[in-house]
């Protein structure tokens, strides 16, 4: 028949045409009808109503070509046309059409030149370019629509090209180019790439990688998309960028891979879990500035009324807005679904290291709860906060009131604070140790800090449990408990209460150890009060010589360098020994006074120094 074809004169007209030709690879069978042939020159032939009908070699029809007008080639075996045409699979679940077509009944291929459509549905598992039994392409949220202005067919994959767009209900995809692939010579569907100029975009999402070297990965079914090539995004006010993204658009899961970048503008509440210092909170322009965040990796889910939502940043994960500073090797942030955007709930996160400024904490265990703002840090906590650095068990920061709470095996060094380590018996200032405003060291096994947040200046400082303060230089204090007050501007201290099994010692020109069961001290009256249960006890020298005092009450004039004792006083010095209703010992003047019921008793060489003075 081809030959009788081929030898017909021109203008020759055949009625219901049908050619065959066989695949290079002998993999399928083409068939070409039309329903008049007419010869034209050189073995052309001119096809009214073509069909083209591809079937594989085991007899199972996969494409279905059809045209208005065609023509074809006798010798190269190729079809043509300005015109229009359609193309489906033989189950109607892909529907391809266009302008302008060329193609070859042994490749079989096909290219189309210009205003391509296609409709593909979801499932994979279904769209193929063979016959499997299922539903017909129709409208619904299970069609994907294809638009383009070039489409090629050969064997084994199909392009895609030139102002790509990929609709469905999520959103759109656009590409300088989409590939797919097919699996074998049924036409089952491998996979989906688009390259060059990647843009995806849906309701909530907007993904764009203009690199030329951009491809991307396309799961019809999952609705999965895998972008590379540093694909950027955009969601809201948010934005990032990554090695890598993907993306579910159904369930808006994005998951990103290699050098991730994020920048949350300054109305985002993540920036709260690091600000954990309310006076640097409301200095400066920072709070204006955008919070920066990079990581390896970085998941996100969406949270929904019935699931908590999350973003997770895993591998060198750093948060940044202006001096502040979070570094940490996992975060996850957790979030609930509001009316209008989700809420931000918590924060998880380990091996973590906070700054703010000066400031900084460490921790291998990481909590924040963004409605309290209340900050948890365990495992080997540690932190530097105004000069004061410690480490305990457990740290707890409330960064809205700027508590500051530490618990268990709580070691610490407290800043300078002057009159802390003199605070019973200052020194005299032009004779004062170079020590006297190194750091303190601290024991104890609860500490509570709370920073001032009005127009006082006062800082409360609390230590509880076993407490003890010690200083390089000598002094010590330890007791059951100790509260402080210390000016937070001048770093004075305003005052101090300690309570049970008191003792400690100080230092300066005339050290002292004191034993007692509660001190106050007021620098605002500059009266040391230390109590006794039952006696206080006092220890010092005087010219080389010891004098020690016993009462139940003992009050020191910081400024005057005067002791008063009170309750049974007894005062023992190199001269002798005073009691009375009331003792007073002026150690600058070195004079004793006594008053009520009062006894002295004098040692023999006092008694003879006296005779010798009045001889």
């Not at 294809?146 to 084994?156: D, Q, V």
């Not at 002791?563 to 009331?582: A, D, F, I, Q, Y």
Request: proline letters at 2%; charged letters at 25%; aromatic letters at 8%.
């Amino acid at each position: 028949m081809n030959w009788a074809q081929s030898q017909a004169p021109i203008g020759t007209a055949i009625e219901n045409f049908r050619v065959s030709e066989k695949s290079l690879d002998n993999q399928r069978s083409t068939l070409l009808t039309g329903e008049t042939a007419l010869f034209l020159e050189g073995g052309i032939m001119s096809l009214s109503k073509p069909r083209l009908v591809t079937v594989t070699s085991e007899g199972k029809t996969s494409l279905v070509f059809n045209a208005s007008e065609c023509l074809y080639n006798q010798e190269t075996k190729t079809i043509s046309s300005p015109g229009q045409m359609s193309l489906s699979t033989a189950d109607g679940q892909m529907q391809l059409s266009g302008l302008g077509f060329s193609g070859s009944l042994v490749g079989p291929t096909l290219t189309i030149s210009t205003n391509v459509q296609a409709k593909l549905k979801k499932s994979l598992r279904d769209v193929s370019f063979r016959n499997v039994p299922g539903r017909v392409v129709g409208e619904g949220g299970d069609i994907i629509n294809i638009s383009a202005r070039e489409f090629e067919m050969m064997s084994g994959k199909a392009e895609f090209r030139n102002s790509v767009i990929v609709k469905d209900v999520e959103g759109d995809l656009r590409a300088d180019v989409i590939k797919i692939v097919m699996q074998n010579e049924d036409g089952l569907i491998e996979s989906i790439k688009a390259f060059g100029g990647i843009e995806v975009k849906s309701e909530k999402i907007s993904i764009t990688n203009e690199h030329v070297d951009s491809r991307a990965s396309y799961d019809l079914e999952s609705g999965s998309i895998l972008l590379k090539g540093s694909p950027s995004w955009r969601m809201g006010e948010r934005s990032g960028r990554a090695d890598s993204i993907m993306i579910n658009r159904e369930s808006m899961i994005i998951s990103a891979e290699g050098n991730v970048e994020m920048k949350v503008p300054s109305s985002g509440k993540e920036s709260d879990l690091f600000q954990f210092n309310p006076i640097l909170n409301s200095e400066g322009d920072s709070k204006s500035l955008s919070l920066n965040i990079s990581s390896s990796y970085f998941v996100y889910e969406p949270a929904r009324k019935e699931k908590k939502g999350y973003a997770r940043y895993i591998g060198s994960v750093q948060l940044k807005r202006g001096d502040t500073r979070l570094d940490c090797q996992y975060l996850n942030f957790i979030m609930s679904a509001g009316s209008n955007e989700e809420k931000l709930e918590a924060a998880r996160a380990t091996g973590v290291s906070l700054y703010q400024g000066d400031d900084w904490l460490n921790s291998n265990v990481f909590f924040y709860d963004f409605e309290q703002g209340r900050m948890l840090m365990e495992v080997n906590p540690n932190w530097n906060l105004g000069g004061q650095s410690g480490e305990a068990r457990k740290v707890e920061i409330n960064t809205k009131s700027g508590k500051f709470f530490a618990q268990g095996d709580v070691e610490m060094k407290l800043a300078k604070a002057r009159g802390v380590a003199g605070l019973l018996f200052p020194l005299n200032k032009r004779k004062a140790s170079s020590g006297d405003g190194s750091s303190i060291s601290v024991n104890c096994e609860f500490f509570e800090y709370i920073r001032s947040l009005d127009s006082s200046h006062v800082d409360s400082v609390k230590f509880y449990g076993g407490v003890s303060l010690a200083g390089k230089n000598g002094f010590n204090l330890k007791a059951n408990s100790i509260d402080m007050e210390i000016d937070s501007i001048k770093k004075d201290l305003n005052s101090i209460h300690a309570i049970g099994e008191l003792s400690g010692s100080t230092i300066g020109q005339n050290p002292m150890r004191f034993n007692g069961g509660q001190l106050n001290y007021e620098r605002n009256s500059n009266v040391v009060r230390l109590k006794g249960d039952p006696n206080v006890e006092i220890y010092t020298e005087q010219d080389g010589s010891q004098v020690v005092a016993f009462g139940s009450e003992a009050h020191y004039k910081t400024g005057e360098g005067r002791l008063s004792l009170l309750g049974n006083p007894l005062l023992k010095t190199p001269e002798g020994v005073l009691r009375g209703e009331k003792v007073v010992y002026d150690q600058k003047d070195k004079r004793l006074r006594a008053s009520g019921n009062w006894k002295m008793t004098l040692n023999a060489e006092s008694i003879r120094q006296i005779r010798n003075k009045s001889e």
